[in-house]
């Protein structure tokens, strides 16, 4: 099964996963894709926001910059909150996330890309961390 990290897909994955242990159909785990991580995102001191605002030379620039940055906390905290439910909910052994990526997949390199999050030796690693 494949479903994105918001809500309301995890809500219907969990859903679906429902009908089809009732159907007595098999189940071999979730892929969730376009995942924020947060933990490549590191915390920033209370001086970063006057480094950033005198390296961009910009101080409204700076301010965006840094709301984008908590916008983006917040959204990989929202995503690995809603990760944890759907493994809980569907006591599922194999999650398998892969990230939100630059550009959207289209051709052969951008399945490579993805290739190393489905199918590489680290896939494992983060079926361990969904679980924990």
């Known amino acids: 099964m494949v479903c994105g990290p918001q809500g309301e897909p995890v809500t219907e994955a969990v859903y679906f996963h429902r009908k089809l242990v009732e159907a007595k ?3 071999g785990g979730v892929i ?3 995942v924020h991580y947060e933990s490549e995102l590191p915390e920033y001191g209370d001086g970063f926001a006057g480094e950033l605002e005198e390296a961009l030379g910009d101080g409204d620039l ?3 910059v840094l709301r984008n940055y908590d ?3 917040v959204l990989a905290a929202r995503d690995q909150r809603n990760i944890k439910r ?3 909910e569907m006591r599922a052994r194999a999650v398998i996330q892969v990230p939100h990526l630059d550009t959207d997949v289209h051709d052969l390199s951008g399945l490579m890309r993805i290739n190393r999050y ?4 680290g ?3 983060r079926t361990a961390i969904a679980a924990d």
């Open 71 to 73: 916008d983006y906390r």
């Open 86 to 88: 759907l493994t809980a």
């Open 62 to 64: 700076a301010r965006r």
């Open 32 to 34: 969730v894709n376009k």
């Open 25 to 27: 159909l098999p189940f």
């Open 123 to 125: 896939a494992k690693e």
């Open 118 to 121: 489905l199918f590489a030796a």
